[in-house]
């Protein structure tokens, strides 16, 4: 039996880097904690990007994070894109953070896949689009509010204008309907259509081919919002495949049901720390 009771953070990182050198295959869920490791925490704070960057918009409306800007409700069309312009130019535009290069260097020899409720491209901008199944969405498209077709749309050559200036012409519309455009995801008018059924089926191949190997689930930074989309899976899966092992790397939201106390290991440490250690372990700069 495999525990971290009472182990040292050091003891924990060895484990850690001891179960994906012998794992037959890895499947990793990331979700905003990801994110937040990687300094971008305006999504549900008031941190230097917000303020630099939509700190305008917060005097105007009174909100203090990106996520409550996103779902305001706005007087006109044209205040609400002038948001969304500004706030996904700020995330598009944004460096790839350094916990993505980590965690490339410690997969990069492995049989992996990446599942992500991230919206934000940095996976994308590292790991083959093959690799990854992004099923809340991506902010680098656009879909129909009306769903009135199931198709979607480059957004950010759009969005990059729309930032630079808006006027209410400039509103992007569904070529087929008129109705106004949205970024593709999720809300209450998200398109499930045959991206959406593509990211899952991609997933599913993987988790298919690999079901009998010796599995990795390795849940980052997945928080108490969203449990049902990587989280709960992952337990599932966990407890009835007999050669699957489970492990979350959250400081505050590492969770281990008692039914996986022996297939489980929660690390609740910052995710950034943990896999730039690992990474050291596997270049031998760390003993």
Known sequence: MITTKSKSYEEQV????????????IVVGAASGMSAAAGYRHYYERDKDFVENLGDFEKKYGYHNSFDGFYYHYRTSEERWAFIARNLCMILDARTGQPYYDLSEILKDKNY???TTNQ????????????????????????????????????????????????????????????????????????????????????????????????????????????????????????????????????????????LKNKGMAIREDIAKVLADTRKIFSGEMK
Request: include cysteine; glycine fraction near 6%.
């Open 14 to 25: 060895k484990l850690f880097a001891e179960h994906i050198k012998e794992a037959g295959a």
């Open 120 to 259: 934000d491209t940095q996976f994308s901008r590292i790991f083959s689009e093959e690799k990854i199944s992004a099923i809340q969405g991506d902010w680098r498209y656009f879909q129909c509010s009306r769903r009135c077709h199931d198709e979607l749309y480059d957004s950010v050559e759009t969005l990059h204008k729309l930032n630079d200036a808006i006027g209410p012409d400039m509103i992007p519309r569904c070529p087929k309907c008129g109705a106004e455009m949205e970024p593709w995801v999720r809300s209450w008018v998200f398109l499930e259509g045959k991206k959406y059924h593509e990211e899952h089926n991609k997933l599913n191949a993987f988790l298919k081919k690999n079901m009998h190997k010796k599995v990795l689930f390795l849940e980052l930074g997945v928080g108490r919002m969203t449990p049902m989309f990587i989280q709960e899976p992952f337990w599932d899966l966990t407890y009835a495949w007999p050669g699957a092992f489970y492990i979350t790397i959250n400081p505050r939201d590492a969770i281990v049901p008692d039914e």
């Open 113 to 115: 896949y990446i599942l």
